[in-house]
């Protein structure tokens, strides 16, 4: 099957760290631009990082810039986010997505597989 | 970044309605637009990219248009499992910004 999932969330303390992996199966991750999308309690979904095929390319919201991390091991088929200075509005449910872009009349991308999400909790 | 504002933020419908979100973008993203269905506990689902285009596998009761910089989705005779959280999506330009969500509840 093809499929992402997530793993690492936990309870950490303000001003804490976390590394958040997704392993990827049925698809070469190699291939796609991954993402990071994160939904804090009651929110909607806010676009986290991008990282390109070959981790050359990184981008991030700005709320998380200095202090997350997105990359990759194509080895292993797998994406992570490493995050530092949490803060309680980083407290969400974190999702690993894959880009899908098509080309057939013009070029769009999208996120065309999602993972179920791992949970980050932020409390003292 | 481009502002994407989404409406109505919950709406109340009964099994067989039709229903129709509206998402407007603050600058042009072309048909850069995408709708995602989101249920509590999975992972979102992929319904409509480029604005109108039905991703494979999804039924062709949902569909997706554009007027300028408005876009809409509306699904038809709405059955229990289409009782979710919608989100539209510009692609356009980094950072992809998410509208905030319409919840469709069941009357």
């Known amino acids: 099957d093809v499929q992402l999932v997530e793993s690492g969330g936990d309870l950490v303390q303000p001003g804490g760290s976390l590394r958040l992996s997704c392993a990827a199966s049925g698809f070469m991750l190699s291939s796609f631009w991954m993402a990071w999308v994160r939904q804090a309690p009651g929110k909607g979904l806010e676009w986290v990082a991008n990282i390109n095929q070959d981790g050359s390319d990184k981008r991030y919201v700005d709320s998380v810039k200095g202090r997350f991390t997105i990359s990759r091991d194509n080895a292993k088929n797998s994406l992570y986010l490493q995050m530092s200075s949490l803060n309680v509005d980083d407290a969400a449910v974190y999702y690993c997505?894959?880009?899908?872009?098509?080309?057939?009349?013009?070029?769009?991308?999208?996120?065309?597989?999602w993972g179920h999400g791992t949970l980050v909790t932020v409390s003292s | 970044d481009i502002q994407m504002t989404q409406s109505p933020s919950s709406l109340s419908a009964s099994v067989g309605d039709s229903v129709t979100i509206t998402c407007r973008a603050s600058q042009s993203i072309d048909s850069s637009l995408n709708w995602y269905q989101h249920k509590p506990g999975t992972a979102p689902r992929l319904l409509i990219y480029?604005?109108?285009n039905l991703q494979s596998g999804v039924p062709s009761k949902f569909s997706g248009s554009r007027s300028g910089t408005d876009f809409t989705l509306t699904i038809t005779s709405l059955q229990p499992e289409d009782f979710a959280t919608y989100y539209c999506q510009q692609a356009s330009r980094t950072p992809e910004t998410f509208g905030q969500g319409t919840k469709v509840e069941i009357k």
């Open positions: 997505a894959k880009w899908g872009e098509t080309t057939v009349t013009s070029r769009y991308w999208y996120f065309d597989l």
């Open positions: 480029g604005a109108s």
